[in-house]
């Protein structure tokens, strides 16, 4: 189901927000996020308000139901880390709600947090940097399991070897440090610390993409095999598309903080509708000599999230730019059942009216190198 409403929620100095989708289920749905909003204030008056704003998650809604994967794809740049730590709560929300099993978790203290900080869990991209080196991996592994009473005093060494053997790591590793093993064996230690807190939402953040190809494939296998066994819910946040049609069930595709195209994984790769997408997916290789791929090489650097382009924030880069597209900010059509586009293109109150919006082709400005716009 579909609700769109118009909302100017964001105090006077931020900027107006644009229209909003929410797509709800009636399914066990886990992780709700509900227009949800990270401006990081860069720049401030004489008293100190902030005056301009890093739009880096701006105005992103969707639901996640028990056991499933969604994928959150885009460029560097495009928001994509920031929405996960948002919905974690790493940073203060700036609007917006997100309900964990249907509580509102939006206003609650760090201490409020406290009994879902185990619920849901962060598995980093690099293994190298978020496991300190002066603790064993027993350690590492049981720390938070002591913190939250996971299980009783005396059952964490067992338990601790347990979770261990789920995630392929020998019991002899216990007592060594992380500085001993490769960069897959570390990812391995830190899946294991993430899940031995039984969490319920596991967020992903490039999990593998500091590895080598080959133990990529282990480490995506290890947590498809660890959601099927513990029923885990995965957000998983990646720039390599080969990966996310692996593992996801659904993908959102971003771009300067805004969510461009939904769907589930296989309508999404089987028909990539928004421009952005395809050049996206144009890249993906494909595993046949006689497929000839068509690349879609994207014009220009994506846009500073401080400055986003007006109308649709894809404008400046997309080749089937309309007059319309500078003016104006697409809202979402479900182009297919259950697939969703922000795109004017897939919009019929727009191209059918051409008589009101001006749906000629439109080359957009090009920056001069002192940042003036020219007609070029
Ligand atoms: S709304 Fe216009 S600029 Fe944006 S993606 Fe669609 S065609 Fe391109």
Same mark, same amino acid.
């Given at each position: ?29 886990? &992780?709700?996020?509900?227009?949800? +909003? $990270? *401006? ?6 004489? /008293?100190?308000? !902030?005056?301009?704003? @890093? ?52 206003? &609650?203290?760090?201490?409020?947090? +406290? $009994? *879902? ?6 598995? /980093?991209?690099? !293994?190298?940097?978020? @496991? ?245």
């Amino acid at each position: 189901m579909i609700e769109q409403k118009k909302d100017n929620s964001v105090t006077d100095s931020a900027p107006v927000s644009e229209e909003k989708v929410t797509v709800s289920s009636s399914k066990d749905v886990v &992780l709700r996020v509900e227009h949800l +909003k $990270k *401006y990081f204030p860069i720049a401030t008056d004489f /008293f100190g308000r !902030p005056t301009a704003y @890093l739009r880096a998650v701006d105005d992103i809604s969707f639901t996640l139901e028990r056991g499933k994967t969604i994928g959150i794809v885009g460029e560097s740049g495009c928001g994509k880390t920031t929405l996960g730590r948002t919905i974690l709560k790493l940073y203060d929300i700036t609007d917006g709600e997100i309900y964990f099993e249907g509580n509102n978790i939006t206003g &609650l203290s760090k201490s409020a947090m +406290k $009994k *879902y900080r185990t619920d849901m869990q962060l598995i /980093f991209q690099d !293994p190298y940097s978020s @496991l300190s080196p002066r603790m064993t991996v027993g350690n590492i592994i049981g720390e938070a399991v002591r913190q939250h009473n996971i299980v009783p005093k005396d059952e964490v060494h067992d338990y601790v070897l347990d979770i261990m053997k789920k995630c392929g790591l020998r019991p002899q590793f216990y007592d060594r440090y992380p500085h001993e093993f490769s960069g897959g064996q570390r990812q391995r230690i830190c899946i294991a610390r993430a899940l031995a807190v039984k969490p319920k939402l596991v967020i992903c953040d490039e999990p593998v993409s500091a590895l080598d190809v080959s133990i990529q494939a282990q480490i995506i296998n290890l947590l498809k095999e660890l959601q099927t066994r513990m029923g885990l819910t995965y957000i998983f946040i990646s720039h390599d598309l080969s990966v996310v049609k692996y593992i996801t069930d659904r993908i959102m595709v971003m771009y300067l903080g805004n969510m461009m195209e939904t769907g589930d994984t296989a309508g999404i790769f089987r028909n990539p509708l928004h421009p952005y997408t395809q050049a996206l997916f144009s890249a993906v290789p494909v595993p046949d000599p006689d497929v000839k791929m068509k690349r879609i090489i994207l014009e220009g650097d994506i846009p500073s999230p401080a400055n986003p382009p007006s109308g649709c924030k894809f404008h400046t880069r997309c080749s089937k730019c309309m007059g319309v597209c500078a003016a104006k900010a697409p809202r979402y059509v479900e182009a297919e059942a259950g697939h969703f586009v922000a795109c004017h293109l897939y919009d019929t109150e727009i191209m059918n009216r051409g008589d009101e919006y001006d749906l000629t082709p439109y080359t957009p400005p090009v920056e001069s190198e002192e940042g003036e716009k020219t007609d070029e």
